[in-house]
T-cell receptor, first 110, second 117 residues
């Protein structure tokens, strides 16, 4: 399957600033999942979105699924140093294969 | 929550030797596990789907004879890198999904950093 593209590839923000990463697909997605991978670590599941236009929040994190189910975004409000890492969107295929987007690496300037 | 244990975390081996990596689901049964490979500052690339009691399904371009996968029980999958070469040096990670878990997410092992010298 086609890899889902994410932008930007890298993002450097001052601590306290907001951060957004976007996930785009040329085909309709049945669902989208988001993961965070800290430097040197492994991916950790954050959330799954299934419905068109769905919005979910986890404290300072807001996740959106586009109306056409071809894009998704993750927005972090008032970043903290603990937010450092690479954020991946991922899609689940029919036989439950999970394939990852290209990722956005977030660094925080204290 | 669901826990996936992966061992070893780091391994250094000589060219031409084989390395086995284990992936265990500790508190749930997994009929399917997944193996990924990740190069520095890159995304995770799915290598193969490990199926309990049957042959693994490999992604296009992945050599099945080089990356042997065995899923002999509902809680254990192994990946053996055979006749390793320096270009096989990478970060290998396994994952599985708890069928009764909430949220639908996959749980990942802590990964194995393989260095072939």
């Amino acid at each position: 399957g086609q890899q889902v593209m994410q932008i930007p590839q890298y993002q450097h923000v001052q601590e306290g600033e907001d951060f957004t990463t976007y996930c785009n697909s040329s085909t309709t997605l049945s669902n989208i999942q988001w993961y965070k991978q800290r430097p040197g670590g492994h991916p950790v599941f954050l959330i799954q979105l299934v419905k068109s236009g769905e919005v979910k929040k986890q404290k300072r994190l807001t996740f959106q699924f586009g109306e056409a189910k071809k894009n998704s975004s993750l927005h972090i409000t008032a970043t903290q140093t603990t937010d450092v890492g690479t954020y991946f969107c991922a899609r689940v295929f029919g036989n439950e294969k999970l394939t990852f987007g290209t990722g956005t690496r977030l660094t925080i300037i204290p | 929550g669901a826990v996936v244990s992966q061992h070893p975390s780091r391994v250094i081996c000589k060219s031409g030797t084989s390395v086995k990596i284990e992936c265990r689901s500790l508190d749930f049964q997994a009929t399917t596990m997944f193996w990924y490979r990740q190069f520095p500052k890159k995304s995770l690339m799915l290598m193969a789907t490990s199926n309990e009691g049957s042959k693994a399904t490999y992604e296009q371009g992945v050599e099945k004879d080089k990356f042997l996968i065995n899923h002999a029980s509902l809680t254990l999958s192994t990946l053996t890198v055979t006749s390793a070469h320096p270009e096989d040096s990478s970060f290998y990670i396994c994952s599985a999904r708890d069928p009764f878990g909430q949220g639908g997410g996959y749980t990942f092992g802590s990964g194995t950093r393989l260095t072939v010298v």
